[in-house]
């Protein structure tokens, strides 16, 4: 694979979508910050996400372990061919790095990048949610990222910097290359009766708390 690089960055604002007078579940109203624009030039990009960018439900998405969310844009080759759409692409699922060259299986939980003057460490995949769904009048669009694990993932961010698009992410470290975001994604949502994997990656230091919070769960402790 080439080297990965930042193809788009994008950001938005918190808005208000849909009829609040609709009858339809999935054509009612609802706030989200999930549709980003393209950004020209460069941005700064501090421990708490893009200058600019909001996000809606400050309980599962933004903080310092979910600074900015990356997708690869070779995705969406798939979403267009799966999807009764017509079109969709990057910032679909409200990324704010649309990235190349790498994927669920090249990226680890605990990578640290370096991207222009910036430096930035995966902390956890996405946990899909219903808003790609209800953006696209698609219900089981959930199922299907999680079924598929082209889920994305998340980075903290180490040192803050101006960031534009075309940056290399340069690979400075890889503490745990067993831990690819494929893997998490296995873990959490395939191998439900593993519990021995459970507990090796619940035991990552790098890994964030709310998906340690998950896994705890499932092994009731």
């Known amino acids: 694979m080439d080297n990965p690089f930042l193809d788009k960055i994008l950001t938005g604002k918190v808005r ?3 009829d609040p007078d609709a009858t339809n579940l999935m054509e009612k109203q609802w706030e989200t910050g999930m549709f980003k624009e393209v950004i020209a ?35 969406y080759d798939f979403w267009l061919a799966d999807l009764p759409i017509d079109e969709i692409g990057a910032g679909a699922m409200g990324e704010n790095l649309s990235v190349k060259n790498m994927d669920e299986s ?47 993932w998340y980075y903290r961010v180490l040192q803050e910097g101006a960031v534009e698009a075309g ?8 503490p745990l290359p067993k831990w690819t ?30 998906w340690k919070h998950s896994l705890r769960k499932r092994l009731r402790y």
């Open 181 to 210: 975001i494929a893997a998490c994604n296995d873990v959490l949502n395939v191998r439900n009766d593993d519990l021995e994997a459970a507990k090796e990656l619940v035991a990552c230091e790098l890994l964030a708390d709310g």
């Open 16 to 18: 208000q979508v849909g």
């Open 41 to 75: 030039g460069s941005v700064w990009l501090s421990k708490t996400g893009l200058a600019g960018d909001e996000v809606a439900d400050k309980k599962n998405h933004g903080g310092p372990e979910k600074s900015v969310f990356a997708y690869p844009v070779e995705h």
């Open 167 to 174: 940056l290399n992410l340069q690979l400075l470290e890889r």
């Open 106 to 152: 090249t990226v680890c939980i605990g990578d640290i990048y370096q991207m222009g003057e910036t430096i930035i460490q995966v902390s956890q995949p996405r946990k899909p949610c219903w808003k790609p769904g209800r953006r696209y009048l698609v219900p089981d669009f959930v199922v299907r990222i999680q079924n598929t694990g082209r889920t994305g």
